[in-house]
């Protein structure tokens, strides 16, 4: 049976490349498998985090999933720190994984740069929390960008070695070990300002993305700002080699609209970007403009919010207790 687990930081608002990198495939992932998606504000606080602002950051982010098209009824939504069993799996599978399993982690190399010493425990071990999160459903697909790859190996590895270890005693395998579901190229969402940088929250530069709470005339102007180069568009991929920022603008239209590159290149080859901009415009807001109404909707009914998060968790404690309750007798806690 096919289950998936998948998690997003609660980090302010979301941007267009979230919505077309991840949301946009949970929120086709729901109707072909039972779905488990998570707020991870435990994995939040590895850094610092302000608390009003972390408390903030959940409700928007339960607010933006449901406007992007996640439906709390055909699928479990939660912020993770509802569901204790996160947290108490994490620590037994602290005593399955290898602290040279860990020491191999580059994006906590990255996340702690300089100052290793003074990064959390926490977020060392994050990957591992990580793992956790998705054993704590047998998860078997779990969507990610290809930045999580090296997490998802680990928790893979973290699911073998737990089953080697206690399975033959328990008399069966405890977590199938869960496959990624890398999201396609063609959704890797970049940099208004710069091809080479993927379109972030953390860019100094709001013209650099599109938020989900942007209106249409600050889209149009953002995408009419974007940086481009002099030429045309080519009829074909091959022209846009070596051409960051108009392959972005190619792709993005090719999201938005389902389309190819080949077949937007099709579509608009030879136009210039003072035609091809007012077009991508044009399909952005009609893409976000729904999304963005239902957001603001949303986002301040604090009592809708409180009633999608205590129902998703309750379903989603329903699974995973059952699934700790199996570990605590196969670690020797229970008889
Ligand atoms: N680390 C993931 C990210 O930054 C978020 C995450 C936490 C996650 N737990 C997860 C993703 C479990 C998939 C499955 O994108």
Redo the contacts with the bound molecule.
Sequence with gaps: MKRV?????PTGNLHLGNYLG?IRNWVRMQDEAECIF?V?DL?AITVAQDPATLRRGIREMVAALIAAGLDPERCILFP?SRVRVHAELAWVLMCTARVGWLNRMT?FKEKSGKDREGASVGLYT??V???A??LAYR?TH????E??KQ??EL?RDIAIKFNNDFGPSFGGELFPP?EPVIEGPATRVMSLRDGSAKMSKSDPSDQSRINLTDDADTIAAKIKRAKTDPEALPSEPAGLAGRAEATNLVNLMAALTDRSIAQVLADHGGQGFGAFKPALADVMVAKLAPITARFNALKDDASAIEAICARGADRARAIAEPVLADVHRAVGFTA
């Design positions: 687990f998948s998690g997003i930081q991840a998570s991870v994995h993770q994006q994050y990957p929390l990580q793992a999160d998705i998860a779990v969507p990610v960008g930045d999580q997490h998802l928790a869960p």
